[in-house]
Structure formats: structure tokens, C-alpha cells
């Protein structure tokens, strides 16, 4: 059975950091593209930052270039998304993702963590 279960989500204040964790079970992780994105109350789920399988590409909206860091840990199964100088407007439900490309093509997704930005 696939999960992807999110954490570190929560409550921080305008300029603050967060630092979300997505550990990955039931899947060859290394394997795997892994991604984060969101969606925020009454929008389309969007991309936030992608990684390939072996980490050496790094992909990020323009909206958080800058200020958020994508990385993964292929030991621990564990793909992160560091979140610094925080804004209202990133105020979401952040999702990951795991993607395969490879036949046959997968893809899953987590149940989502709540990221609120407010002062």
C-alpha cells in the first residue's frame, strides 16, 4: 500500500519559515520524481517545486523562487520543502507528490498539510 503522509504543517506569522516533511512508503522512492503543491481556498491546485529521482534537478514556481528550498533524503524515503519569508498568499493546502514516468507510469499523492501565513 502507497502513502505519502505530510507534516509540519500549521500557523506562522508573515516572514517566518516552515519546514514540511513528506515520508514515502510502499514505493521504490529513489525511483520516484518527487513534488510539492497546493491549493488554496477556492484555486486551482498548483505546482510549488519539483525534484527529480536522484535530485539533481530542481524545479519551483516563480512565485516562491527565492524562498522555498525542495530537497530529499532517498534513505529515509523523505522528501522536504524548506519555506522561508513566509507570505499571506502562501497560505494553502500543500500536497506531495510522487510521480514515475517509467512504464507503467504512476502517480500518488498525499493527504495534504494545512500552511497558514498570518500575522
Known amino acids: 500500500q502507497v502513502q505519502l503522509v505530510e507534516s509540519g504543517g500549521g500557523l506562522v506569522q508573515p516572514g517566518g519559515s516552515l519546514r514540511l516533511s513528506c515520508a514515502a512508503s510502499?514505493?521504490?522512492?529513489?525511483?520516484?520524481?518527487m513534488g510539492w503543491y497546493r491549493q488554496a481556498p477556492g484555486k486551482q491546485r498548483e505546482l510549488v517545486a519539483t525534484i527529480t529521482s536522484g535530485g539533481s534537478s530542481l524545479n519551483y514556481a516563480d512565485s516562491v523562487k527565492g524562498r522555498f528550498t525542495i530537497s530529499r533524503d532517498n534513505a529515509k524515503n523523505t522528501v522536504y520543502l524548506q519555506m522561508n519569508s513566509l507570505k499571506p498568499e502562501d497560505t494553502a493546502v500543500y500536497y506531495c507528490?510522487?510521480?514515475?514516468?517509467?512504464?507503467?507510469?504512476?502517480?500518488?499523492w498525499g493527504q495534504g498539510t494545512q500552511v497558514t501565513v498570518s500575522s
Open positions: 507528490n510522487a510521480i514515475r514516468t517509467t512504464s507503467p507510469p504512476r502517480d500518488y
Open positions: 510502499g514505493i521504490i522512492f529513489r525511483i520516484y520524481a
